[in-house]
């Protein structure tokens, strides 16, 4: 039991070194680095590369790997970040996953994609107190993490770059008009950030004894929880938040085992939002909420398509391309509208309502879960299955995001995310309907009415169909008043709010709009007349109705 | 939505699907001219992964056919014309096994798959082999549900049930009780589920068992509580990079008894260390094993990779010939490898020897796998042979 807390806080001691880096470039650029696991990834394969390869000391290899990737940091920043500054969030988010998938890729095209193991260049467990294993490595990265969060205190609160960073942090517009170059406390941030991920892409090799340069997607993911935990902007936060998910993580593994690992971390993160959104640390919110991609439309050119075009073009889809193309090229096809079908109600809820919902696996999974044990274990046949996976879904993600549609900004995109890995987590251990692990093969060909989809050019012309209505519903949708509505949060909510739009009713219609019978809002829409305004009962905002 | 459109832009939209319907068009009748009747190349497609987290067993497949193929064109190839792969990148992901089954069905030079590395990645793509009647020889896959896909899906490979009634045998020689750690996945709970029921019928305790993530990088804390169960010895049932993660932090949390894991790669041999000394694995193949066959390959394997080879360089480098000698003896064409693989008797490879298929299960019949231990950094035969 001690080892599984000793475990837990060396595991903490590295979530604390990663989540720093991700709440300091939150609170100084307001942008989510999801580059920050790939930097950590790349600080461990160049310190092997260093290290094993060139026989480099460890202590100059740590050196030169903080500064390597301090000079990536800026270089993101410079590159990715500060172009879009006027853009919506969005914008800055997005780029920061694109770069770091170039970081990843390009590490392991440089250095090789194998896992390698890191040169123990300090002990891992030679220092035993009682039945307690630890080593030095692991009290020095405990000693780095301290020496590193005192400094780093210390240079906020005494130096006068510090003093910057923490008045751009608070707001960036004052700060600028005293005269503080913004852009460099931005990039200064970045520096500081991605030097200390480099750092603790070292020590966890030594930890995990292995490397490789495809870690850091799952790392930085659980670095983003634990600064979430902690309050997102907040140091100390972070740090506090590292050591409890450390510890969260360890003992729910011991008791639960491996397999439980993604419900408990990720669980952890939606019982945080849910209860206590702002983190451990920081106010809550500490963020506003703002609408992150309504603005994004705005400055873009719409591209103005009539009804005949869509025509013309699902006409040419259906008959010309089965018709030039071989299967191969039909079966592609047919995974390009699946991820057109994904595409279009993504678009509701990103483009129209300004929410970023990068969670969007959890309905796609419990949509097609359901779709296939209602087929393969039920006899079901294919149009009742799809129905019932699309009621499901929208049931089962309606209920399970309720909670969070009271966040705004920055906070729904990681609840979406948080939600997704959870209900994949359930489906995967509830063994008994799902067959977990196993997998669902064996699935039947659809059929309708009789007539049954078997070739790739009629499964491509059927799931050309399905895009059809999903379509065809979400444009009505947009055109009609919840349409409108949606909109307006989406362009501004704060707006919407003051002109009487129930903004948290709104979105879960949204949410059950988006997957299935949207029989039950238009419902509850329509009773209601728009004259006179009174509180709503459900998001205690002035509504009119 | 507006409805005040630019004539120009759909006129543009409608060129630019015609440009993509005239391009999908070429590249279709592209295809279809390089895969002429009259070549003089035979082909093989190869559906593995070469990128992804099964990147390393696509590498030492491609050593494996690479040697293969040098000796087979040398020797003048199948009935004179060369043999040659087609190699199409799945990440052992069966959304893209099955869009590649349908490019190989498709593909007329094509006579026969090989592939893919994990099984449900296989049997994904295995009704488009079936119906486009192109055999699948899907020669990793252990699953014993993989070649319940049809006539047309053939493999060399163990099964799991064998694989792990031999493994539960060699631990109850070391062992009474032990605690099981396994991958998460469909072949782990499989192997776990086999290894259980082997395990009660030979008399050996499990203590204490828990499934491991793919991507998990700590396991302390099931290692930990596996310890303190009091097992003689530890079981792995996973691949090489995970076997070599849990083994030495088994070590770290210091214990110290026997381990059985890991697998016969030699990147687990090297990611492991000094921590895997003693570990026992089953295997099909060692390169100490002093037969002059196997001597024989694998000298000409160093010399070619300067490297020993291991199971999986073993595993492609005999599939390939397997499906060349069928192809020799039934014709170079789809039914042809087909027509051979029901015919000889008589396959010969460095993993499992001489041996005939079963044409019920459409597996070699009567192969087991040999014990082997990790002794100075290679593993060694013991005792129990095939």
């Given at each position: 039991m001690f080892d599984t807390l000793i475990a837990g806080l060396v595991h903490g001691n590295a979530y604390a070194l990663i989540a720093v880096g991700i709440t300091l470039i939150f609170g100084v650029s307001n942008v989510i680095n999801f580059a920050h696991g790939a930097i950590f990834a790349f600080g461990s394969v160049l310190g092997w590369w260093l290290i094993a390869q060139h026989g480099v000391p460890w202590w100059a290899a740590l050196a030169v790997v903080v500064a390597v990737t301090a000079l990536v940091g800026v270089a993101i920043d410079v590159l990715a970040v500060r172009p879009l500054r006027r853009a919506p969030a969005i914008a800055a988010l997005l780029a920061t996953v694109a770069v770091g998938l170039i970081i990843e890729n390009v590490v392991a095209l440089v250095f090789g994609p194998d896992t390698r193991p890191f040169p123990q260049v300090l002990p891992t467990n030679n220092i035993r107190v009682g039945g307690v294993r630890l080593g030095t490595s692991d009290v020095v990265m405990f000693a780095i993490t301290l020496t590193v969060m005192a400094g780093l205190w210390a240079f906020l609160r005494y130096s006068r770059h510090g003093l910057a960073i923490r008045a751009t942090a608070q707001d960036p517009d004052a700060a600028a008009q005293m005269g503080i170059g913004v852009g460099r406390v931005q990039s200064l941030a970045f520096a500081i950030a991605s030097g200390l991920g480099g750092l603790a892409g070292i020590f966890v090799g030594l930890y995990n004894s292995n490397i490789s340069p495809t870690s850091g997607g799952i790392v930085g993911m659980t670095g983003f929880v634990a600064a979430t935990i902690g309050g997102l902007g907040s140091i100390p936060g972070a740090v506090v938040g590292g050591f409890v998910l450390g510890l969260v993580e360890a003992f729910g593994i011991y008791w639960f085992g491996d397999g439980y690992r993604d419900l408990i971390t990720f669980g952890l993160l939606v019982i945080f939002l849910v209860l206590r959104p702002g983190g451990l640390l920081a106010r809550p919110p500490a963020i506003e909420?703002?609408?992150?991609?309504?603005?994004?439309?705005?400055?873009?050119?719409?591209?103005?398509?009539?009804?005949?075009?869509?025509?013309?073009?699902?006409?040419?889809?259906?008959?010309?391309?089965?018709?030039?193309?071989?299967?191969?090229?039909?079966?592609?096809?047919?995974?390009?509208?699946?991820?057109?079908?994904i595409a279009v109600s993504m678009t509701l809820v990103a483009g129209s309502a300004g929410q970023l919902a990068i969670g969007q696996a959890g309905p796609i999974a419990i949509g097609a879960y359901t779709s296939a044990v209602l087929t393969v274990s039920h006899g079901w046949a294919f149009l009742p299955a799809i129905v019932a996976a699309g009621v499901v879904a929208a049931v089962a993600s309606s209920v399970l995001a309720a909670p969070l549609w009271r966040l705004g900004g920055h906070y729904v995109a990681i609840a979406t995310l948080g939600i997704g890995i959870v209900t994949v987590a359930i489906i995967r251990n509830w063994e008994s309907v799902t067959r977990g692990s196993y997998g669902i093969f064996g699935i039947p060909a659809p059929s309708v009415f009789g007539y049954e989809f078997t070739t790739h050019t009629q499964v491509f012309r059927l799931e050309l169909a399905v895009l059809a209505v999903v379509l065809a519903v979400i444009v009505g949708v947009q055109r009609s008043r919840l349409g409108t509505a949606i909109r307006a949060i989406g362009a501004d909510e704060v707006a919407a709010r003051s002109a009487g739009v129930p903004c948290a009713t709104t979105r879960r219609w949204r949410s059950r709009w988006r997957r299935s019978s949207p029989a039950s809002a238009a419902r509850c829409w329509r009773t209601s007349t728009p004259t006179s305004i009174r509180r709503c009962s459900t998001c205690r905002c002035h509504c009119w109705w | 939505m507006s409805t005040k459109v630019s004539r120009s832009l759909g006129f543009r939209i409608a060129v630019g699907i015609g440009a993509v319907s005239l391009v999908a068009g070429l590249a279709a009748a592209c295809d279809s001219e390089s895969s002429g009747s009259g070549s003089d190349t035979v082909y093989f497609g190869v559906s593995g992964p070469k990128t992804g987290g099964s990147a390393e067993y696509g590498r030492l497949w491609q050593q494996g056919f690479d040697l293969a193929l040098d000796e087979i064109n040398a020797a003048g190839g199948i009935d004179g014309k060369k043999v040659a792969l087609k190699w199409e990148d799945s990440q052992s992901d069966p959304k893209q096994t099955v869009p590649i089954a349908t490019k190989f069905v498709g593909d007329q030079s094509i006579i026969a798959e090989l592939g893919d590395f994990s099984s449900p990645a296989s049997i994904a793509a295995s009704p488009v082999y079936n119906r486009g009647k192109l055999v699948q020889y899907g020669f990793t896959n252990s699953s014993v549900d993989f070649t319940k896909g049809g006539d047309y899906s053939w493999s060399p490979s163990i099964t799991l049930d064998v694989f792990q009634e031999r493994n539960a045998e060699w631990v109850k020689s070391k062992a009474k009780k032990v605690s099981v750690v396994y991958l998460e996945t469909d072949w782990g709970k499989q192997a776990f589920k086999f290894f259980e029921q082997f395990a009660k019928e030979k008399g050996i305790e499990i203590a204490y068992s828990s499934p491991i993530l793919p991507d998990s990088q700590d396991f302390r804390p099931v290692l930990i509580k596996g310890r303190d169960a009091n097992p003689d010895a530890f079981v792995h049932l996973g691949y090489g990079p995970d076997g070599a993660l849990v083994v030495k932090q088994l070590r770290d949390v210091g214990f110290t008894g026997q381990f059985f894991g890991g697998q016969n790669t030699p990147q687990f041999i090297d990611l492991a260390g000094s921590a895997a000394e003693g570990d026992i694995v089953n295997g099909v193949f060692t390169p100490s094993d002093p037969s002059p066959k196997i001597q024989s390959f694998v000298t000409k394997f160093k010399a070619k990779f300067n490297t020993d080879p291991g199971d999986f360089n073993v595993y492609a480098y005999d599939a390939l010939n397997v499906l060349v000698k069928a192809a020799k003896t039934g014709g170079a064409t789809r039914e042809g490898v087909l027509k051979g693989l029901r015919e000889v008797k008589d396959f010969d490879g460095i993993g499992l020897g001489t041996f005939a298929f079963d044409q019920q299960t459409r597996r070699p019949s009567g192969v087991k796998p040999i014990e082997l231990v990790l002794q100075n950094g290679k593993f060694v035969p013991v005792g129990s042979k095939k």
């Amino acid at each position: 039991m001690f080892d599984t807390l000793i475990a837990g806080l060396v595991h903490g001691n590295a979530y604390a070194l990663i989540a720093v880096g991700i709440t300091l470039i939150f609170g100084v650029s307001n942008v989510i680095n999801f580059a920050h696991g790939a930097i950590f990834a790349f600080g461990s394969v160049l310190g092997w590369w260093l290290i094993a390869q060139h026989g480099v000391p460890w202590w100059a290899a740590l050196a030169v790997v903080v500064a390597v990737t301090a000079l990536v940091g800026v270089a993101i920043d410079v590159l990715a970040v500060r172009p879009l500054r006027r853009a919506p969030a969005i914008a800055a988010l997005l780029a920061t996953v694109a770069v770091g998938l170039i970081i990843e890729n390009v590490v392991a095209l440089v250095f090789g994609p194998d896992t390698r193991p890191f040169p123990q260049v300090l002990p891992t467990n030679n220092i035993r107190v009682g039945g307690v294993r630890l080593g030095t490595s692991d009290v020095v990265m405990f000693a780095i993490t301290l020496t590193v969060m005192a400094g780093l205190w210390a240079f906020l609160r005494y130096s006068r770059h510090g003093l910057a960073i923490r008045a751009t942090a608070q707001d960036p517009d004052a700060a600028a008009q005293m005269g503080i170059g913004v852009g460099r406390v931005q990039s200064l941030a970045f520096a500081i950030a991605s030097g200390l991920g480099g750092l603790a892409g070292i020590f966890v090799g030594l930890y995990n004894s292995n490397i490789s340069p495809t870690s850091g997607g799952i790392v930085g993911m659980t670095g983003f929880v634990a600064a979430t935990i902690g309050g997102l902007g907040s140091i100390p936060g972070a740090v506090v938040g590292g050591f409890v998910l450390g510890l969260v993580e360890a003992f729910g593994i011991y008791w639960f085992g491996d397999g439980y690992r993604d419900l408990i971390t990720f669980g952890l993160l939606v019982i945080f939002l849910v209860l206590r959104p702002g983190g451990l640390l920081a106010r809550p919110p500490a963020i506003e909420s703002e609408p992150m991609t309504g603005t994004f439309l705005g400055s873009g050119r719409e591209l103005r398509v009539r009804w005949w075009h869509g025509l013309i073009a699902f006409a040419v889809a259906g008959v010309a391309i089965p018709l030039v193309a071989d299967d191969y090229g039909i079966s592609v096809g047919t995974q390009i509208l699946a991820y057109a079908i994904i595409a279009v109600s993504m678009t509701l809820v990103a483009g129209s309502a300004g929410q970023l919902a990068i969670g969007q696996a959890g309905p796609i999974a419990i949509g097609a879960y359901t779709s296939a044990v209602l087929t393969v274990s039920h006899g079901w046949a294919f149009l009742p299955a799809i129905v019932a996976a699309g009621v499901v879904a929208a049931v089962a993600s309606s209920v399970l995001a309720a909670p969070l549609w009271r966040l705004g900004g920055h906070y729904v995109a990681i609840a979406t995310l948080g939600i997704g890995i959870v209900t994949v987590a359930i489906i995967r251990n509830w063994e008994s309907v799902t067959r977990g692990s196993y997998g669902i093969f064996g699935i039947p060909a659809p059929s309708v009415f009789g007539y049954e989809f078997t070739t790739h050019t009629q499964v491509f012309r059927l799931e050309l169909a399905v895009l059809a209505v999903v379509l065809a519903v979400i444009v009505g949708v947009q055109r009609s008043r919840l349409g409108t509505a949606i909109r307006a949060i989406g362009a501004d909510e704060v707006a919407a709010r003051s002109a009487g739009v129930p903004c948290a009713t709104t979105r879960r219609w949204r949410s059950r709009w988006r997957r299935s019978s949207p029989a039950s809002a238009a419902r509850c829409w329509r009773t209601s007349t728009p004259t006179s305004i009174r509180r709503c009962s459900t998001c205690r905002c002035h509504c009119w109705w | 939505m507006s409805t005040k459109v630019s004539r120009s832009l759909g006129f543009r939209i409608a060129v630019g699907i015609g440009a993509v319907s005239l391009v999908a068009g070429l590249a279709a009748a592209c295809d279809s001219e390089s895969s002429g009747s009259g070549s003089d190349t035979v082909y093989f497609g190869v559906s593995g992964p070469k990128t992804g987290g099964s990147a390393e067993y696509g590498r030492l497949w491609q050593q494996g056919f690479d040697l293969a193929l040098d000796e087979i064109n040398a020797a003048g190839g199948i009935d004179g014309k060369k043999v040659a792969l087609k190699w199409e990148d799945s990440q052992s992901d069966p959304k893209q096994t099955v869009p590649i089954a349908t490019k190989f069905v498709g593909d007329q030079s094509i006579i026969a798959e090989l592939g893919d590395f994990s099984s449900p990645a296989s049997i994904a793509a295995s009704p488009v082999y079936n119906r486009g009647k192109l055999v699948q020889y899907g020669f990793t896959n252990s699953s014993v549900d993989f070649t319940k896909g049809g006539d047309y899906s053939w493999s060399p490979s163990i099964t799991l049930d064998v694989f792990q009634e031999r493994n539960a045998e060699w631990v109850k020689s070391k062992a009474k009780k032990v605690s099981v750690v396994y991958l998460e996945t469909d072949w782990g709970k499989q192997a776990f589920k086999f290894f259980e029921q082997f395990a009660k019928e030979k008399g050996i305790e499990i203590a204490y068992s828990s499934p491991i993530l793919p991507d998990s990088q700590d396991f302390r804390p099931v290692l930990i509580k596996g310890r303190d169960a009091n097992p003689d010895a530890f079981v792995h049932l996973g691949y090489g990079p995970d076997g070599a993660l849990v083994v030495k932090q088994l070590r770290d949390v210091g214990f110290t008894g026997q381990f059985f894991g890991g697998q016969n790669t030699p990147q687990f041999i090297d990611l492991a260390g000094s921590a895997a000394e003693g570990d026992i694995v089953n295997g099909v193949f060692t390169p100490s094993d002093p037969s002059p066959k196997i001597q024989s390959f694998v000298t000409k394997f160093k010399a070619k990779f300067n490297t020993d080879p291991g199971d999986f360089n073993v595993y492609a480098y005999d599939a390939l010939n397997v499906l060349v000698k069928a192809a020799k003896t039934g014709g170079a064409t789809r039914e042809g490898v087909l027509k051979g693989l029901r015919e000889v008797k008589d396959f010969d490879g460095i993993g499992l020897g001489t041996f005939a298929f079963d044409q019920q299960t459409r597996r070699p019949s009567g192969v087991k796998p040999i014990e082997l231990v990790l002794q100075n950094g290679k593993f060694v035969p013991v005792g129990s042979k095939k």
